[in-house]
């Protein structure tokens, strides 16, 4: 998993709450008080919460070019939907959105999503592509088109996979 700085901007959010679930051994952050508090959660609300988090993570794989297995990413809409923002203006002029009830994880998540979408950080959110890793990060290569969470780790396993693969083809030429 990936040790670098967390992604900008709300972004951190973001990728927080989707890392909250390690994917390989099945640890959940939101199991245990300290975890559920980062976010302000309730037990009670955990479980819409972990719906939340599937859906982030269908939509970062999906920024990645992979698809969850289970869901699509367009079900992030639903939670959306959930969390209307308003347009407000501050003295000097400027405007933002801003949710109509900020007191709710979606509603802290669709004004971090609305920010990232209009700076255009929002796609360089991606999910591992190791299946039994996924775990979220920021995208900050050049090109964009990082594929794992950590190179040394996750990108080594894939490679030395595919090295294998190759070596246990026997040779046609010989």
Partial sequence: MNE?????GGLA???????TLDVETGADALDATEGRAVFGLAERDVPAARELREALRAACLAHAGHRAPDRSAAALDGFLAEAPLLVTVAEDGTAALR???????VSRIAEALAAAAADGTWARLKACEAEDCQWAYY?????????WCSMSVCGA??????????RSVPDASA
């Fill in 13 to 19: 959010l973001v990728e927080a709450l989707v890392n």
């Fill in 139 to 147: 995208d900050r290569s050049p090109a964009g088109r990082r594929r």
């Fill in 157 to 166: 396993r894939a490679k030395m996979r595919t090295y294998r693969a190759r």
């Fill in 4 to 8: 670098k700085a967390p992604a900008p």
């Fill in 99 to 105: 949710p109509a009830t900020p007191d709710t994880l």
